[in-house]
Structures are given as C-alpha cells and as structure tokens.
C-alpha cells in the first residue's frame, strides 16, 4: 500500500496530465469518459481522498452526504462550478478548489471570434460555398455584413473573463458597457473607458451587443429572462460563452424566430434533451452560431487546469492551503444543475 493519495478522475484529461497525475497519485481515471452517475461516482470513491470533477458531474447533496469518509477534497478541473452544491460541501467540512485564471484568455478569445463572427456572416460565408460548390464572384452588394467598431458592448459579468473581452473589444473600437455586482475600480475602468451600468435592464436597451460573463449563482440563474431579452434592440447580438441556464432560451428562440433579435452566438444551451430543433434551423438560416462548450477547448488551457489541479491536490494532501481554495462567503452557485 502506497502512500501516495489516492484520487479519481471523472473524465479523461491531456495524456500529459494523466501521465503525470499517474506519478504523483494512485489514480483511477474513467476511461470510458462518459459522464458517470451517482453511484459510480460513489463506488469509484471507496478508499478515494480526491474527487477530481468536472462541469459535466453533477454533485449535488444527495452525493456529497453519501460521500466515504475518506475523501476529504473535490478538485474541480475547471472554473465554474455551478455543479457542485458548495453549501453541501461545506456542511460536509470538504475542501473543494477550482482552475480559475488559466482558461481565462481563451475564454475571451472565443467570445470575441463569436462577437466578430456573428454580424461579418464568417461562418454563413463559409457554409455558402460548400452547399454551392462554387462562387458566383464578387459583387459590391454581396455578403454585406455590419461594421463592429462605434457598436456599443454590454458585458453581463465583470470579472476575469469579462475584462479580458474587454480589453479586446476596445482593440475592435467598440464602447465598452458592463453590469456588474460591483463596480470595477478606476484602474480597470479607466483604460477601458468603460460605463458601469447598475440597471441591467437599462444597458441591455442601449448596447449592440451582450456578452455573458458570469458564474451560474442563485442570482445569475434566469439573469437574461424573458422580459429582459425583450429590452435589447431588434439588430442586437447575443454572445453565450458561460453558462446556458443565464438565459430563457425558449424565450431566446421565438425573439431570433421573429426578428426581435438579430442573432445570436452560443457556445453553451440547453442539451439536456438534445439540441432544440428551432435551435438548429436557426442556426441552418444562419441566425445563430452554434459552438459545443469549446470557448475554453485549447489543449494549453486543458494542460494548465490540469496542472492547477494538481497543484491544489498536491497542497491539500500536505496539509496547506490549496492555491485555489473556494471559500464559503462566495456567491452559491446554482447548483445541482439538472
Ligand atoms: C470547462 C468551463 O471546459 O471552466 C469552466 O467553467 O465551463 C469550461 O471551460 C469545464 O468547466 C471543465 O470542467
């Protein structure tokens, strides 16, 4: 019997990671890399210290009072952890850490290609010459998108991610408008020459596109409902790289379907029973962009927030704290997610 701790991973992670995981660790990865449930998670645990998860477990109270005695942390592989019901884990005196800062630039990569993407026709210019075969040629009326730079950008989330979509919209000349749960200081809004709006409902009536950058919390859940999808102008865009449960996408869908939005880029929806068909169409009628959860997806961010993780194991299991520790006082993630 080794000493070393012993942990289990969910889903397979970079071969650098796992090799090194490997090293370090009595580890038992699922190489099948399907979601497990529950109860395989619980079996998979006996005699665990470290539950390494990600954002597709779904840890809710159930699973955490049934925990082993033995596992004392959940790594979350990943930054938002909105799977997780953390007012469980603490009940349960665990320690749970997360691989914030490293999928940050990324992330902001991806939103910003999606915000490009969406009123130049990048992906529908793509998909007109396959479906052809052919290029009727250039024309000064053809393929006319709309210019970026002058349109104002509302940011729903001013943390990280956020800012970092920020610093690169300002490169495309857009106008920077956030809302926020707190007002970022003079040295982040200053260079950025960006508005704080403490009314969502207010911003989402006057930028030309939104952009989501929050944590899925209690509060964020629903953030963009209904209603308030109802305030943002007829020709605005939508940018979803975060979490699908911020919005009504029902809602969503009939405002694309009639003309009350212009489009929308989401690299995050609801798949619990698949793709919504109206989804796909509109996205066939090239309304809506599509992407599956890859805003984070470079093998560099995957290798870091596996190297993260295994720092934040590697202090726990030494008695410090973790890097990454999440502590009580942050907002509840909704959790449980369905
Ligand atoms: C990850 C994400 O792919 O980190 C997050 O919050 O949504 C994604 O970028 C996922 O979390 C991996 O667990």
Redesign the pocket.
């Known amino acids: 019997t080794s000493s070393k701790p012993k942990i289990l991973v969910t889903r397979r992670l970079p071969a650098s990671i796992e090799a090194r995981m490997a090293t370090l660790f009595e580890t038992d990865v699922n190489e099948a890399d399907q979601t497990l449930t529950a109860s395989d998670i619980l079996s998979g645990l006996a005699g665990k210290d470290v539950l390494v998860s990600?954002?597709t477990d779904r840890i809710d109270a159930g699973l955490i009072e049934s925990l082993p005695a033995s596992v004392r942390l959940i790594a979350?592989?990943?930054?938002?952890v909105d799977n997780i019901d953390l007012e469980a884990a603490w009940r349960a005196g665990l320690t749970v850490t997360n691989t914030p800062s490293v999928?940050t630039e990324d992330?902001a990569d991806m939103a910003t290609a999606l915000m490009l993407a969406l009123p130049r026709r990048l992906v529908e210019g793509t998909q007109i010459l396959l479906r052809d075969r052919a290029w009727a040629g250039w024309s000064p009326t053809s393929m006319l998108g709309h210019r970026l730079r002058s349109k104002a950008l509302g940011i729903v989330g001013m943390g990280r991610i956020g800012t970092a979509v920020a610093q690169r919209a300002r490169a495309f000349g857009l106008t920077i408008h956030y809302y926020s749960r707190n007002r970022r200081p003079q040295g982040v809004e200053g260079p950025l020459e960006a508005t704080y709006w403490d009314d969502l409902d207010a911003m989402l009536e006057t930028v030309d596109i939104v952009s989501l950058h929050t944590p899925l919390t209690r509060d964020t859940s629903d953030i963009l409902s209904a209603a308030r999808l109802a305030r943002m102008k007829p020709d605005a865009y939508l940018v979803n790289v975060s979490r699908p449960e911020l919005l009504d996408e029902p809602a969503l869908i009939a405002f694309l379907e009639t003309g009350r939005l212009a489009g929308a880029a989401l690299d995050v929806f609801d798949n619990r029973h698949g793709i919504n068909p109206r989804l796909l169409a509109l996205a066939e009628a090239n309304r809506v962009i599509l992407t599956g959860?890859m805003?984070?997806?470079t093998l560099e961010a995957r290798i870091e927030m596996g190297e993260a993780v295994i720092v934040n194991i590697r202090a726990f299991m030494d008695g410090h704290q973790p890097p990454h520790r999440l502590l009580p006082d942050m907002p509840q993630p909704r959790a449980a997610r369905g």
């Open positions: 990600t954002i979350q592989f990943g930054n938002g999928l992330t959860h805003a984070s997806a």
